[in-house]
């Protein structure tokens, strides 16, 4: 039986397939393997393959035969005995998606969104980034980043069938569909199972997909344009700024609660065994500034965790139980380096410390 060589992959699924390896390669890698230095790579690769994802969508009903989701999609009737012809070495040969590849198809572009919701709810929540600021409290943020995990792990074992799969049919039909992902054609015979022909519609592919596009961009600069609820106070007051660096970095208003701030306040002249005293007029007004913007009015991470409690001997941010469980396991040398100085010299490791966040993402300690 001869089979002539066919285009059955369109560029745009071919370019859509390979571009979503390299992506979810380079998320699985910045996501599993390097440290937080590399969440910036990682969210931008991860929104590529959900772009890509989104773009697959919208060609899936306006692309040509093969690419229409109708031509390849079944229900799961079809699907199981589909699965039981293949165990019985009797199933049909499709030349497009058989129907147990279409089902990994679209388990794999739900894992792919699932991924992508979950990864920006988790960046809303615990950094206050893209749209989900808005809905999401930073209380939600572990929950999240279990989720995402789980999705992400979910994604490497379908990655893991999907190349099982295409290993198994390669060898049964005799024909490399590695290849054929690129090529983009395959063998057809008399026998084979082809979709209907349907014409590509190009033009309202691109139409839908520049509109889908202009409303995530929106959605994802939505925290620039309009203020996050829970965003710790960008202006710092300058008289504050201008009494309270001399000795030490500036510590933001958020870190604390506001009766901790009226304490510091009341008690300048013995400040940790330093007279830091002011006219009565400027420290009421630092006061009333701290009181305003402190840990109440922000939703940070930083904000919740973090209370003195001088009566329990701790009079430092740095003696809270939250600060000594997550700097315990820093080598007590990286605090004493020439850059850094001391505990409370937080700035030296946040880069983000004078905004009052304190993102994990932006914190280092120097080997
Ligand atoms: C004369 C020097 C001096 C001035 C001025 C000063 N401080 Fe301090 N401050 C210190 C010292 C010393 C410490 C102990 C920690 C350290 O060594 O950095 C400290 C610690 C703190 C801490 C605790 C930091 C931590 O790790 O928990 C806060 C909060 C603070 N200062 C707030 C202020 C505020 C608000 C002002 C302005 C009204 C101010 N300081 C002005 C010397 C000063
Ligand atoms: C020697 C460097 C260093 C110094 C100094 C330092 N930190 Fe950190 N901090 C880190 C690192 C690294 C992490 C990330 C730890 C992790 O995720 O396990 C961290 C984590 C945190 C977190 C948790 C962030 C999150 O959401 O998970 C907070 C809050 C924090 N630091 C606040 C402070 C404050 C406040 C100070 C100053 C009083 C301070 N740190 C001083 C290195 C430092």
């Known amino acids: 039986m001869r089979r002539a060589p066919q285009p059955v992959w369109d560029a745009f699924v071919r370019l859509f397939h390979w571009a979503l390896v390299a992506s979810i390669a380079v998320a699985a890698v910045t996501g599993f393997v390097l440290g937080p230095g590399f969440i910036p790579v990682h969210v931008v690769a991860a929104s590529l393959a959900v772009a890509l994802v989104l773009a697959r969508i919208v060609w899936g009903f306006a ?46 572009m739900a894992a792919v969104l699932a991924a992508g919701l979950t990864g920006w709810a988790f960046l809303g929540a615990g950094a206050k980034l893209g749209p989900f600021a808005f809905i999401l409290a930073h209380t939600d943020s572990p929950a999240l ?12 074992a379908l990655v893991a069938l999907h190349l099982g799969g295409v290993i198994f049919t390669s060898r ?54 309009l203020p996050v609820p829970g965003a710790p106070v960008a202006e710092i007051d300058p008289t504050a700024r201008a009494e309270c660096t001399d ?13 901790n701030w009226e304490q510091i306040m009341a008690t300048l002249d013995n400040h940790f065994g330093e007279d830091a005293s002011l006219d009565a007029e400027t420290t009421a007004e630092i006061t009333a500034w701290l009181s305003a913007h402190a840990a109440e009015s922000a939703d940070t991470r930083a904000s919740k965790v973090f209370r003195l409690d001088p009566a329990k001997g701790v009079t430092r941010i740095s003696d809270t139980p939250f600060w000594k469980a997550r700097h315990g396991w820093i080598d007590p040398a990286a605090f004493r380096s020439p850059r850094v100085g001391s505990r409370d010299n937080c700035a030296a490791c946040h880069a983000d410390a004078e905004t009052g966040w304190f993102n994990p993402f932006f914190a280092e300690v120097e080997e």
């Open 145 to 156: 980043a279990e989720m995402h995990e789980a999705v992400a792990f979910t994604i490497l």
């Open 172 to 225: 049964r039909e005799g024909e490399n569909l590695v290849r054929a992902m690129v090529t983009g054609k395959k063998e057809v015979g008399p026998q084979d199972i082809v979709p209907p022909e349907r014409e590509a519609r190009p033009g309202a592919a691109l139409g839908v997909g520049l509109a889908l596009a202009l409303v995530l961009a929106l959605a994802v600069a939505a925290p620039v344009l």
């Open 63 to 108: 692309g040509g035969g093969y690419a229409r989701f109708a031509g390849f999609v079944t229900g799961p009737v079809r699907l199981m005995r589909y699965a039981r012809d293949v165990l019985g070495g009797r199933e049909a040969r499709h030349v497009g998606h058989n129907p147990l590849g279409a089902a990994m198809v679209l388990a794999l």
């Open 247 to 259: 000795c030490h970095m500036f510590y933001h208003p958020s870190l604390l609660p506001s009766d």
